[in-house]
């Protein structure tokens, strides 16, 4: 596609369900960030994809956060047992290569009551 | 481990005036680095990228230098206008890619 696409854009949900978040990279970038972002703070790096794995998975919150990417394109944020301190913009970010500039989608607003 | 520091938290500058935004980060062993603008309640949308072989990249009214050696990068903006004010975010790009925490700007008019 033409830029990074996200969604969904907003999700509310109840404290205990479940999520996913789907990130959709620009056709041919192999590299593939997942960042959040809570209210007022900066980007906290949660897990950074090359192809279809996962070198550093060492961001990820809790084991509640579960990632995975497929084909070597779109990917999938799990959040499992939602809290409340899960609440947030997770931002998505793909690049052509593990050097190369990054580009970000709109992000998927998070709020869980 | 890489930490990145971005000074100052915050600026208010009228209209016109040049300025310089810092970026300092602990490891030199970088890919590049990148300096981004993100808007209030939007993505964040990228200014310019300096390989790690380069010393600065410019585009427009933005230039940004980068000193591997002493672990410092600058975004100057000449000529600020309103139109500039959001908020700044230096990334340091490596194994995986670390932010600072941002230069919030306000431009007035």
């Known amino acids: 596609g033409a830029g990074v696409s996200q969604s969904p854009s907003n999700k509310v949900t109840e404290k205990g369900k479940d999520v996913e978040l789907r990130c959709d990279p620009i056709?041919?970038?192999?590299?593939l960030y997942w960042y959040r972002q809570s209210l007022g703070q900066g980007l906290e790096f949660l897990i950074y994809?090359?192809?279809?794995?996962?070198?550093?998975k060492s961001g990820l919150p809790s084991d509640r956060f579960s990632a995975e990417r497929t084909g070597g394109s779109v990917s999938t944020l799990t959040i499992q047992r939602t809290q409340q301190e899960d609440s947030a913009v997770y931002l998505c970010?793909?690049?052509?290569?593990?050097?190369?500039?990054?580009?970000f989608g709109e992000g998927s607003r998070l709020t869980v009551l | 481990k890489q930490e990145v520091t971005q000074i100052p938290a915050a600026l208010s500058v009228p209209e016109g005036e040049n300025l310089v935004l810092n970026c300092s980060f602990t490891?030199?062993?970088?890919?590049?680095l990148q300096w981004f603008r993100q808007d209030p309640g939007k993505g964040l949308t990228s200014l310019l990228l300096?390989?790690?072989?380069?010393r600065e990249q410019t585009s427009g009214r933005l230039n940004a230098s980068l000193d591997k050696s002493s672990g410092r990068s600058t975004l100057y903006i000449a000529a600020s206008q309103p139109g500039d004010s959001a908020t700044y975010l230096c990334?340091?790009?490596?194994?995986?890619?670390?932010f600072g925490a941002g230069t919030r700007l306000f431009v007035k008019a």
């Open positions: 300096i390989q790690s072989s380069q």
């Open positions: 490891d030199s062993a970088i890919y590049n």
């Open positions: 056709s041919g970038h192999t590299a």
């Open positions: 970010a793909s690049s052509f290569r593990v050097d190369g500039e990054l580009f």
């Open positions: 990334a340091v790009g490596g194994f995986k890619t670390i």
């Open positions: 994809f090359q192809g279809n794995s996962a070198p550093d």
